[in-house]
């Protein structure tokens, strides 16, 4: 297992060097920093130059990477737009961003997989079709919609929340965004779960637990559904990293400063550094969600070992 | 549908009144290309101590018979559409959900035959066997575990004090069926059904379960019902045989008479279609045809079409046979079962008498 664990911290050095490299790379293609950072006007060249050399826009691609990564190293993820540090946005957006993933996943977790055990001990009956319908609609439905539409409906028409959140943000602000930005993953969760529960509830083990007299709870909360919430289990865990990245819309929408403004801003400025340092902590908590989501496999599933 | 009562004899040796008296027994499958009849009119008895051996093609119903006796049919689309399963004098069909939980596992056991899908494989053996006294006797966790450590010495499974916690994925194939019939054996049942419980496993420990089971069986004075397709188990451990199709027994009989001479064309074509060592050589003999649909069982005796002794005769086609009583203690549903016997050997004279 400990091998295992460090096999794969060694392979996201590749990923982790390709992901950033990549980005850095787009985001030098977007255009002209120094231009995006004067908007409309056109700056003094004497000035340009100079912010030129600072940020050593001169050198090649290769040599600005090499540049980059080693400031980070350093921990020097560089400055934003606004002449604040990276690490500072940093500071301030993660625990915003982060705050509101859990929120969603506390939504996927709780009514997802209830939803899916209900319509998978129900098959084919009312509730089923009605939920399976829902997830349908949930699914195709664009998250900016459903966020707009829940947003004027909750936050400005009824007034239960509101519409758009504190720099702060705070849980109970953030319960309407969480619900939005959990939706569609939460529809998947429910799909899953049913499904899962469908295919188990044929299983051999399922009919052995009940020839054994076990009461239908036991035979349900201890066979039945221990089972089935492992494929559950996991895809939620790899579902958080893709939460944290698809947060962009739903931060804008309730204009939450969160990783996404974050980000939406330094593309906005062809700012390099933010883009590039908050990608790059998205792709590092991707990475390690991953692990850990597959060393869970194997506490939930005795029949994975890792070698 | 002409279906006979309970006229299965039982056998002289035990007085007492069976352990277990399935009458009359139907079930049926509403599926969405019709409704199969599964099971049609299942009638045996099994005594205390007793061994029953229910042979078989895939298919005839068997395993769902066992299925309507513990109660764990797949409902929808099974159903119990008319009988009683008489256990111990009482109807379980009858019995409220929650009595007839406490039967299951306590009174009366299953084991499968594929231990690996059968037991959970994200329980430890210790688990699962624990269970049975947590849930049935209000054990306590450490009690249960001394229990079923005590259970896995029984049934011979070595280092049973480690292995307690092992999951079964770790056993060998003839070690988890071990844990099956531990599990089964748990509470000292009355009535065991195992179905076919060394089919899946390797030639040379299919042997050293049977004889496991056998010898709990003797040791416990159990009731077993015993769904196998291996004839030579079924002369080794076998009191009595049900030979069924298409849902319905088509004959029963003290197991050594049915080998000598069977009273059912099916019967015969079953112990023709078994390799012996006498007949070495020889071409292996098969029944020729299919099984029914049970969507669309025939007319008359549902064995006709493919019965040689049926030769186009009218009553074959037109008439149910009922399973009635023929010669020394046996029962069979062929109108012309004296011939069956007469056919074969000797055997005849005592059928004419
Ligand atoms: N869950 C189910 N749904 C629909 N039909 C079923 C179901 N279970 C059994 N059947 C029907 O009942 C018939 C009898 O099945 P059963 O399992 O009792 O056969 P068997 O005699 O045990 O055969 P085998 O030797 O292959 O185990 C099957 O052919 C099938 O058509
Ligand atoms: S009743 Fe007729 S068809 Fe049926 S087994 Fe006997 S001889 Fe064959
Ligand atoms: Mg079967």
Known sequence: MGRYVIRRLLQMIPVFIGSTFLIFFMVYALGDPVAALFGDRAPDPATAAQIRRDLHLNDSLGEQYLIYMRNIFTGDFGTAFNGQAVTSLMGSAFPVTIRLTLVAVVFEVVIGIALGVVTGLRRGRPVDTGVLLLTLVVISVPTFVTGYVLQYIFGVRLRWTAPSVSPSAPVGELLLPGLVLALVSLAYVTRLTRTSIAENTRADYVRTAVAKGLPQRRVIVRHLLRNSLIPVVTFIGTDIGALMGGAIVTERIFNIHGVGFQLYQGILRNNAPTVVGFVTILVLVFLIANLLVDLLYAVLDPRIRYA | ?353
């Open chain 2, 1 to 353: 549908m002409a279906t006979s009562p309970d006229l299965v004899p039982t056998p002289a040796q035990t007085p007492a009144d069976p352990l277990l008296d399935v009458r009359d027994l139907h079930v049926e499958f509403r599926t969405r290309d019709g409704v199969a009849k599964a099971v049609n009119g299942v009638n045996y008895t099994v005594h205390a101590g007793e061994t029953l051996a229910v042979l078989g093609e895939s298919g005839s119903g068997k395993s769902v018979t066992a299925q309507a006796i513990m109660g764990i049919l797949d409902t929808p689309p099974g159903f119990v559409t008319r009988g009683q399963v008489l256990f111990q004098g009482r109807d379980l069909l009858t019995m409220s959900a929650e009595e007839r939980r406490k039967v299951r596992g306590a009174r009366i056991a299953m084991i499968f035959q594929d231990a690996l899908s059968a037991l959970n494989p994200v329980l430890t053996v210790g688990e699962q066997l624990g269970e049975m006294f947590r849930v049935h006797r209000g054990a306590s966790r450490k009690e249960a575990r001394a229990k079923a450590i005590e259970l896995m010495d029984r049934v011979r499974i070595p280092a049973a004090r480690d292995r307690v916690r092992d999951y079964p994925h770790q056993f060998s194939g003839g070690m988890r069926q071990r844990v099956m019939i531990a599990m089964a054996m748990a509470l000292e049942p009355d009535l065991i059904i195992a179905d076919e419980p060394t089919t899946a496993l390797d030639v040379t420990v299919q042997a050293q379960v049977m004889d496991l089971l056998a010898e709990l069986q003797r040791e416990f004075t159990m009731g077993l019902i015993l769904i196998t397709h291996d004839l030579g188990v079924v002369a080794d451990v076998a009191d009595k045989i049900a030979v069924m199709y298409a849902g319905r027994i088509v004959e029963t009989a003290p197991v050594h008479d049915i080998y000598r001479a069977p009273a059912h064309p099916y019967t015969r074509g079953l112990l023709r279609s078994i390799p012996r060592l006498d007949r070495k050589g020889r071409e292996l003999y098969a029944i020729k045809g299919l099984p029914p649909s049970l969507l669309h069982i025939p007319p008359g005796c549902p064995f006709h079409p493919r019965c040689a002794q049926a030769r186009g005769r009218e009553l074959c086609r037109s008439d149910l046979p009922a399973l009635l009583p023929v010669v020394g203690g046996r029962a069979s549903a062929c109108h012309f079962w004296k011939e069956t016997l007469g056919d074969d050997n000797a055997a005849a004279d005592r059928a004419g008498a």
